[in-house]
């Protein structure tokens, strides 16, 4: 099969793309090398066919595409944070860009697309396990664009055009996730507890997240490409974790339990509480997460 991974240099898409030749399918990496690195693909560089090109670019996406049997559409700006300060440049980059990318498949006639979303489409949840059905009221710029991404795939599968898939991930952590300002919380602790500096905690500390390996996430995503499923499935574990709770963990399994928290003021656009219902994904893909938050965090660090 050829399949093709846009972000395929970054963080999650470089473990996608390490997956898949493992496989053994044909693979076309489509990177900007924006935020995503050659240096994630050095196991599998001389496996793959790499084109650097931004979705924004219309011309070189309709070449790379050629012969593509499905599309992994991975590339995008992720940052709460950053995308109140730069709303536009995400509206363009994670909306108008999957436009871009479904518009140029269609064009080609790649079969099937899988549009990688977030939970973050849903904002403050009205119940304590999110499932699919559950209504979407963004609280971030980064959230409505991708919200709007989906519309684009629904609307694209509805008019018949393309077999689409949207897999909306929780807090997808692991090897290769990078560090900056905008940074998600495990990297940004890892990081300051890893230099003996206290982790940051925005809030009491008491929001709750979904933390979902990286390498579970590969697995249902590559489920989500062998199957002729078109839906939306929710991309977790189902176990929830408070930032607190986190805190203390990643201290422990660094050896380093006497480093303690600073609290700051919550971030604006930050959801208090998050946890996916993933009994769609575990009906409709075939596959349970394996790997344990303390496995997975081991395994982080030990790769940093």
Request: hydrophobic residues 40%; glycine residues 8%.
């Given at each position: ?127 304590k396990s999110i499932n699919e059905n559950h209504p979407t009221k963004p609280l971030s710029p980064y959230a409505a664009s991708k919200l709007k991404a989906e519309e684009y795939c629904r609307s694209y599968s509805r008019m018949g055009k393309i077999s689409i898939t949207i897999l909306r991930l929780f807090n997808v952590y692991g090897p290769r996730q990078s560090y900056s300002q905008y940074s998600a919380v495990i990297t940004q602790f890892i990081d300051k507890i890893k230099n003996n500096q206290q982790p940051i905690i925005f809030g009491d500390g008491e929001q709750v997240r979904d933390f979902v390996y990286v390498g ?89």
């Amino acid at each position: 099969m050829k399949i093709a991974v846009t972000g395929g240099a970054g963080f999650i898409g470089s473990h996608l793309v390490e997956k898949l030749v493992y496989k053994g399918d044909n693979v076309v990496v489509l990177d900007s090398l924006w935020s995503g690195k050659l240096d994630n693909l050095a196991k599998v560089f001389q496996k793959i066919k790499f084109t650097d090109v931004d979705v924004r670019e219309n011309g070189k996406l309709l070449g790379s595409l050629e012969d593509v049997d499905a599309v992994v559409h991975l590339a995008a700006l992720t940052s709460v944070q950053e995308s109140i300060v730069m709303p536009l440049l995400y509206q363009e980059v994670n909306a108008t860009g999957t436009l871009n990318v479904l518009n140029k498949s269609v064009k080609v006639g790649v079969k099937k697309f899988i549009f990688i979303s977030s939970a973050a489409v849903y904002g403050n949840p009205i119940e304590k396990s999110i499932n699919e059905n559950h209504p979407t009221k963004p609280l971030s710029p980064y959230a409505a664009s991708k919200l709007k991404a989906e519309e684009y795939c629904r609307s694209y599968s509805r008019m018949g055009k393309i077999s689409i898939t949207i897999l909306r991930l929780f807090n997808v952590y692991g090897p290769r996730q990078s560090y900056s300002q905008y940074s998600a919380v495990i990297t940004q602790f890892i990081d300051k507890i890893k230099n003996n500096q206290q982790p940051i905690i925005f809030g009491d500390g008491e929001q709750v997240r979904d933390f979902v390996y990286v390498g579970d996430v590969v697995e249902y995503i590559s489920k989500a490409i062998e199957s002729g499923i078109q839906d939306t499935i929710n991309i977790g574990t189902g176990t929830e974790t408070t930032i607190n709770q986190l805190a203390q963990l990643v201290a422990r399994i660094s050896k380093k339990s006497h480093i303690t928290p600073l609290y700051h003021p919550a971030k604006e656009g930050d959801i208090r509480y998050s946890k996916a219902d993933i009994s769609k994904a575990i009906k409709t893909l075939g596959y349970i997460p394996k790997t344990t938050l303390e496995e997975g965090l081991k395994k982080t660090i030990d790769a940093n």
